[in-house]
């Protein structure tokens, strides 16, 4: 039985058009497993604190030696990382902001990138463990295509693949500003849905 993990981090709700095309590319995997489950992580419905210096002592501490206040810090972080595990697949609803990732989605980002949990060293190099996993980055920009402006593709494939996750895509969806402007949704959005829908089923 398959399982999808969704990471939604746009705060727009039903004005959204990452949460739309990912309601999409939802729709479509679950139709096309009909026995797989789907976990859901709202990073603006349960937001994520900043990491701090307790939490960086809490993980540098070897697990059978923290305390249980350590334990406590981690405990956020832990949850995080077993949903990760759990899936076989990820699909992330990703809006630009500032020419990168959302704040949100930068706090859950600290919270599951772990030595020995999420990546380790072995012979002075890294290694994923998030192995034959695989990612669907839905990333939405307000202008138009600027490769020289867009920070969050390389960012999250370069970070996902370090994790192991090297079998990863992005869904760009590019000029949403328009919509501000009189564009009317169905349209603009209909390419891009089925894009999604395609991606689902594959």
Known sequence: MSTLLRIDSSP??????????TDAFVAQWTASHPDGTVLSRD??????A?????????VRAQPDVRTPQQA????LSDRLISELEQADEYVFGVPMHNFGVPSALKLWIDQIT??????????GAPKGLLLGKKATF???????????YNFVSPYLQALFGFLGVTDNT??????????????????FLASHLQAAEALAAA
């Open 12 to 21: 727009l709700y039903g004005d959204s058009v990452t949460r739309q095309v």
């Open 43 to 48: 990073l603006y419905a349960s937001p994520i």
């Open 50 to 58: 900043p990491i701090d210096a307790a939490w960086v002592g809490a």
């Open 72 to 75: 406590d810090v981690l405990s």
């Open 114 to 123: 772990r030595a020995q949990r999420t990546f380790s060293y072995g012979d």
């Open 138 to 148: 839905i990333v939405a920009t307000g202008g138009p295509q600027m490769d020289a």
């Open 170 to 187: 992005v869904l760009p969806v590019h000029g949403t500003m328009a919509l501000n402007f009189g564009a009317e949704r169905g349209p």
